[in-house]
């Protein structure tokens, strides 16, 4: 599957406890971007990142959250101290330049559950 | 202001008729637009992207883009219960020397057979 991969496909986590969430681009593909997603909601962005680099970080919450995206392996979405409002799909996408004309492609997600 | 406008619906369209998804967007710097497909529980899936004003067709979809009007369309043609998903425009503009994207909150799209 030369797709974007996601994993895990669903994570549980108590309060408290940190998740991470891995995404691995499409073969060839350096810019990887993700959102948020609750329930009968759009897309919400929160970072892009190319390799070892963090390009934009609007959308991602101050506290508790951090992303990257190293030279080697997936990238990585942190959450710490997950609270019942971290339960969301997480999904990754991924570009294989950030031109204007390159569609993203996206990943199954990672549906996160807080207890 | 929202950047990007959809009514979230659900728009629903008789089995074979013509669906119209719309989309506003307020950056005219804007100069690339995609529509994507979402089912329930499912990712994000591309259908059509166009960047020249116009119409662009493939198959049963055409896309229809007017910058002036800051508008971009997705028409789906003899619409089928499989085309029963939610429709994401979503928009591309360069920002700070990057591409920036910005995703509308999607329209429901419920097909009646």
């Known amino acids: 599957n030369a797709g974007v991969m996601q994993n895990p496909r669903h994570l549980v986590r108590r309060r408290g406890q940190e998740a991470r969430l891995r995404c691995s681009p499409m073969k060839g593909h350096s810019h990887v971007y993700w959102y948020r997603q609750l329930p009968e909601e759009g897309l919400k962005f929160m970072v892009y990142l190319q390799k070892e680099n963090i390009i934009d970080e609007s959308g991602m919450p101050k506290e508790r959250f951090s992303a990257e995206f190293p030279k080697e392996g997936p990238s990585i979405l942190r959450i710490q101290q997950v609270v019942r409002g971290d339960s969301a799909a997480y999904f990754c996408?991924?570009?294989?330049?950030?031109?204007?004309?390159?569609?993203?492609?996206f990943g199954d997600g990672t549906r996160l559950s807080i207890l | 202001q929202k950047e990007v406008e959809q009514n979230s619906g659900p728009l629903s369209v008789p089995e074979g008729a013509i669906a119209s998804l719309n989309c506003t967007y307020s950056d005219r710097g804007s100069q690339s637009f995609f529509w994507y497909r979402q089912y329930s529980g499912k990712s994000p899936e591309l259908i059509m992207f166009?960047?020249?004003?116009g119409d662009k067709e493939d198959g049963r979809f055409t896309a229809q883009l007017n910058k002036a009007s800051q508008y971009v369309s997705l028409l789906i043609r003899d619409s089928q219960p499989s085309d029963s998903a939610t429709y994401l425009c979503a928009v591309i503009a360069l920002s700070g020397g990057y591409q920036k994207v910005t995703f509308g909150i999607g329209t429901k799209l419920q097909v009646i057979p």
């Open positions: 996408a991924s570009s294989p330049r950030g031109q204007i004309n390159q569609p993203q492609h």
């Open positions: 166009i960047y020249s004003n």
